[in-house]
């Protein structure tokens, strides 16, 4: 598909044409009934580590803003994550009309605030493996409070992991998590 980008882009977009109506489609009984409030949606193949800002313009965003358009025209949130460093496209994202955007570890949080604070919420990046899953409750507290501290202060920001989260992170690790959100009243 990455090289079919190149090659026969025009099959791409008929592609991710017929992947945003599936989606749309599979949504539409529970958002139509009132069950859903937020969509969480994860785009790994639009980072920066795999395609290009210009391949994002032209194979995600036009995607995403029609999925977003279309669960905010039923009053649903959109809560989009982009694995993967997104540096070169944080301006871009307000663009998706996603309600917020979860920044993956490996993109600098202070220019995400810089880019995106008074454009659209934001949410990270705390590292999911050198932190959460091999970090000490010390090292969690620590990396929670620096993030806080240059992204949460002042509102749109919400502390969430840099990208999924190994399902065996220590128990003590993700309580601390909470605790110091919670504590500095995000």
């Not at 044409?17 to 937020?38: K, M, R, S």
């Not at 993967?84 to 605030?113: M, Q, V, Y």
């Not at 659209?120 to 493996?129: E, I, K, L, S, T």
Request: include cysteine; glycine fraction near 6%; proline fraction near 5%.
């Amino acid at each position: 598909m990455m090289r079919a980008t190149f090659k026969n882009p025009a099959l791409v977009e008929k592609i991710l044409d017929f992947a945003t109506e599936l989606l749309i489609h599979l949504y539409e009984p529970v958002v139509n009934d009132g069950t859903l409030e937020v969509i969480s949606l994860a785009d790994p193949t639009a980072s920066g580590d795999m395609i290009s800002k210009k391949q994002f313009e032209r194979f995600a965003l036009p995607y995403l803003k029609r999925f977003t358009d279309w669960a905010t025209s039923k009053n649903v949130h959109t809560l989009l994550h982009v694995c993967g460093n997104t540096t070169d496209r944080l301006d871009l994202f307000p663009l998706t009309g996603a309600s917020c955007i979860s920044i993956d570890h490996k993109t600098d949080i202070e220019k995400a605030k810089e880019v995106l604070y008074g454009k659209m919420c934001f949410a990270g990046n705390v590292n999911p493996v050198d932190v959460m899953l091999q970090g000490s409750v010390e090292l969690v507290e620590s990396t929670c409070r620096q993030i806080i501290d240059i992204a949460g202060m002042d509102g749109a920001f919400v502390l969430v992991p840099g990208c999924d989260i190994p399902p065996n992170i220590p128990y003590e690790n993700i309580t601390k998590f909470i605790q110091t959100a919670k504590e500095w009243r995000l």
